[in-house]
């Protein structure tokens, strides 16, 4: 091991594009992997803890792990197949370089049994030729905004803040500089070195990480994915990209009380240099529903499980909050206090200010939860297992919840900021709520309300047909007595709600089509029609592209639909990975990656996977 004659520079100031990631996780939190070796977010030890490196928001303050060749490098990325470990390869004119980053499963194996310890694996290999290559690990605790001390107790390098205590370990010399550590190293071809980030204290001390750990680490990790993975029943056209986006929706996953976080990011621009900025790394109950449909169609019938555990031990029915009984988002803990705060000292990415952590949005009335929820229960009860007497009870209670309160006005499934209106599609999924549990009252024989149930559904039909549907615009629009169109009607086919090749849905489709699809991408709405309370545009948004190709699969459109999908796919970045929209240019925008978009990718490629036969 010989270092290089002189040191290059390190990358402060870098800007990585948000597409230009990779995910590797434990079930209980995520890094984020640029597809120039460096992880530049990182919360221990859960995934709304404050972070350690956050480097995507604040190149200079949020702290990173930069693992790289140490001269010029052609990079490339790619996930071990059929896994969640990431492969970042390294080509220069002496050799090629690869860095294997992942994080053991707690349980997998006897071996990764220590779940408290949360370890994070860099494996460096020089695969040909001879690499020089260059690491700084630079923590920066709570968002950047906490001092940390380091020493050194033998081979154990100590990361120590008010809050939080890392033991980084390594194969090869480390060097201390300042609040960071650096190390420069050559490896041959064939030979190796190992990176180890463990969270200690308490119970947990800090432990090495030799080269036979790793490996043997490597291979319980690879075969805990795979084992996952082969629950799938897809064999369809999209496989690669179905189970991807499986795998990704996996790792959004919180193994201890089975939350599903809409992402494992904050504040990632809908817009660069916009202030739509927004923490997801919580339980949307609408996200979580949904993804919970997505794994259940594929066969993966444990998270499901999990989720319906979450929520019965959770979310009461009966707490009484002046919101109603459900709250739009949970902590992945359960809590219910989210305040949104604003962090002024980190720059955000790419400048793009505010940082915010906390969520204001759990405050405000979002009527479609309901639908969500509740479809989910009842596709639960029929795929997986029938639910218990308890969870039909608490669904009871939700639906004559909902039939008390289904006409109100509220912030709609967008959480808009500005101003409660009656939205379509709030209605519909009001709809959606109780629809379904008079087909889950009436398959089990489970006793129920069902003559004012049926007598609420029926009316929010007819107010849906009545006031829902401008005849001005031939479509159905976004609230009731406007002329304002918005994607989220596109469930309207989907959730069963209207027959898909309805004259009044053909009409809607083609008004969609014309005023909010640019080339197979779909814009939510227009702001400057419809004011939201935020300034600026957004770009298109993902989900909506892939309810798009599923209501034209559900129309017979389907080489529209076809056309449609395969477009999409040239908009994942190149690990198949997708954030919440996509910008005028192509570019990723928003949290990364999203649930929302690949669960709904997977509900396409599902039904149009069905329809071409």
């Not at 949020?62 to 490098?73: I, M, N, R, S, Y």
């Not at 053909?506 to 814009?523: F, G, M, P, Q, R």
Request: glycine share 8%; net charge negative; with cysteine.
């Amino acid at each position: 091991m010989a270092e290089p004659p002189s040191r290059p520079p390190f990358h402060g100031g870098r800007h990585v594009p948000i597409a230009e990631h990779g995910l590797i996780g434990d079930l209980r939190t995520v890094a984020l992997v640029g597809s120039d070796g460096t992880i530049d977010w990182y919360c221990p030890p859960a995934f709304d803890s404050p972070s350690v490196f956050a480097g995507i928001l604040d190149a200079e303050r949020g702290g990173c792990f930069e693992l790289a060749a140490a001269e010029a490098a052609r990079t490339k990325q790619f996930y071990f197949p059929d896994t969640n470990v990431l492969i970042t390869r390294f080509f220069t004119e002496d050799g090629v370089g690869e860095v294997q980053d992942f994080m053991p499963v707690a349980g997998a194996t006897g071996a990764l049994g220590e779940a408290d310890r949360h370890r994070l694996i860099r494996r460096v290999l020089c695969v040909r030729g001879t690499l020089p290559f260059r690491a700084r690990i630079a923590p920066r605790f709570h968002y950047g905004a906490h001092p940390h001390t380091v020493r050194t107790e033998g081979c154990v390098v100590l990361f120590e803040s008010a809050s939080l205590s890392l033991a980084l370990t390594a194969t090869v010399p480390l060097e201390t500089e300042g609040p960071d550590v650096r190390a420069d190293f050559k490896l041959s071809e064939g030979e190796s070195a190992v990176f180890a980030l463990d969270q200690v204290g308490g119970d947990v001390a800090p432990r090495r990480c030799p080269h036979l750990e790793a490996e043997d680490q490597f291979n319980a990790t690879v075969t805990y994915w795979r084992r996952w993975l082969a629950q799938s029943r897809y064999r369809g056209r999209w496989r690669e990209m179905v189970h991807r986006s499986a795998l990704t929706l996996k790792l959004l996953t919180y193994a201890p009380t089975g939350a599903i976080v809409a992402a494992p990011t904050t504040s990632l621009p809908e817009r660069i240099g916009g202030e739509r900025n927004w923490d997801y790394r919580y339980v949307w109950v609408r996200d979580a529903a949904f993804a919970v449909y997505a794994l259940l169609r594929l066969g993966f019938s444990g998270e499901a499980e999990a989720f319906m555990r979450f929520v019965t031990r959770h979310i009461s029915p009966g707490d009484g909050k002046a919101t109603g009984p459900l709250q739009v988002m949970y902590g992945i803990d359960g809590r219910t206090e989210l305040p949104e705060r604003k962090l002024t000292h980190l720059s955000g990415h790419h400048g793009s200010a505010p940082v915010r952590v906390g969520n204001a949005a759990a405050t405000q009335l979002q009527l479609d939860i309901y639908g969500a929820l509740i479809d989910s229960i009842y596709l639960y009860d029929k795929w997986a297992q029938p639910i218990s007497s308890g969870q039909w009870d608490d669904v009871c209670a939700l639906v004559d919840w909902v039939c008390e309160n289904w006409d109100q006005p509220d912030e709609g499934v967008w959480e808009t900021r500005g101003g409660r209106k009656n939205f379509l599609y709030s209605r519909l999924m009001c709809w959606v709520a109780v629809e379904r549990a008079i087909r889950l009252a009436n398959h089990r024989g489970l006793p129920a309300d069902l003559l004012r149930w049926r007598q609420t559904r029926d009316t929010i039909y007819r107010r849906i047909m009545d006031r829902g549907w401008s005849h001005t615009r031939q479509a159905f629009v976004q609230y009731e007595g406007g002329d304002v169109l918005d994607a989220a009607v596109l469930m309207m086919p989907l959730a069963k709600f209207i027959a898909p090749t309805d004259p009044k849905w053909l009409s809607t489709l083609d008004a969609l089509t014309e005023d909010l699809v640019s080339d197979s991408l779909v814009y939510r709405y227009d702001p400057r029609t419809s004011p939201d309370g935020l300034d600026g545009d957004e770009g298109t948004f993902s989900i909506c592209s892939f309810w798009y190709v599923e209501a034209l699969t559900r129309a017979g459109r389907l080489d529209d639909a076809r056309l449609a999908f395969e477009k999409m796919l040239t908009y994942a970045n190149h690990l198949g990975l997708y954030a919440e929209e996509i910008g005028r240019t192509g570019r990723q925008q928003g949290n990364f990656p999203q649930a929302f978009t690949h669960l709904s990718l997977i509900s396409a490629a599902y039904n149009l996977d069905r329809a071409l036969g």
